[in-house]
């Protein structure tokens, strides 16, 4: 085969890498999958199902935040199923699972096709995560900025090993899982307490970021690649 027909082969996968994962999610929105979770859904499909509702409440949440759907909206809707320790619990393997989704599809699918064509933003997350990547990516986590979605497709499609990013994403979730959680939970405080309680976790979870981020400033570049995305990392 020739030079020209190898690249023009390798193009080809690398836009149906991209066409694809823009089909899901184009998809998922049609399908009204980012409002299927729902607290009348909750209701009908989830509370009092047992172990059938929590399989259901984690696979779709999984595939909604792979999809680059709201994690936010997973993590309410946690806590209003389940409580807030339980919902905190469940919301973050949906989170985590997602992340794996995502990750995945990238590093199967596209890495071998897209990653020396992305240029800049792969060859800032090869820096970023080579560096320390369990530090680097608990503090991408912990920041309020960016996106969650481009930030597992560009792991993915960097050379960053999959457990240290999974491990660093599931420690960088928690605080800002737990805010949602709790605003979703009713958590037997009054609501004026739980707003106020959810502030203070949301700047606790800032300032761990900011205090890692100190200490380890190349996680701006990634931070900065992802922050004009619409879809916050939380």
């Keep these: 085969m020739s030079l020209e027909r190898r690249h023009l082969r390798a193009l080809l996968k690398g836009l149906a890498f991209i066409a694809g994962f823009a089909v899901l999610g184009l998809a998922a929105r049609q399908m009204g999958l980012d409002r299927a979770l729902d607290q009348a859904w909750i209701d009908s499909a989830v509370r009092g199902h047992g172990l059938a509702g929590v399989g259901l409440f984690l696979g779709l949440g999984a595939l909604i935040i792979a999809l680059g759907?709201?994690?936010?909206?997973?993590?309410?809707?946690?806590?209003?199923?389940?409580?807030?320790?339980?919902?905190?619990?469940?919301?973050?393997?949906?989170?985590v699972l997602g992340c794996v989704l995502a990750f995945a599809y990238a590093r199967l699918l596209g890495r071998r096709h897209l990653a020396g064509r992305l240029g800049k933003r792969v060859r800032r997350a090869d820096e970023v995560f080579s560096a320390a990547p369990l530090t680097m990516t608990m503090v991408i986590r912990?920041?309020?900025?960016?996106?969650?979605?481009?930030?597992?497709?560009?792991?993915?499609?960097?050379?960053?090993?999959?457990?240290?990013?999974?491990a660093g994403?599931?420690?960088?979730?928690?605080?800002?899982?737990?805010?949602?959680a709790l605003l979703g939970s009713g958590f037997k405080v009054d609501p004026t307490w739980r707003i106020a309680l959810s502030v203070l976790l949301f700047l606790l979870s800032t300032w761990l970021g900011v205090a890692l981020y100190r200490r380890h400033k190349k996680a701006a570049d990634l931070a900065a690649a992802t922050e004009n995305e619409e879809e916050p990392s939380i």
């Design 169 to 180: 994403s599931a420690i960088g979730y928690v605080p800002q899982t737990a805010i949602f």
């Design 142 to 166: 912990f920041l309020p900025v960016g996106s969650n979605l481009l930030t597992n497709l560009l792991a993915g499609l960097s050379s960053a090993p999959l457990w240290p990013f999974v």
């Design 69 to 95: 759907l709201p994690r936010q909206f997973v993590c309410f809707l946690g806590g209003y199923a389940f409580g807030f320790w339980t919902g905190t619990g469940l919301s973050l393997v949906a989170s």
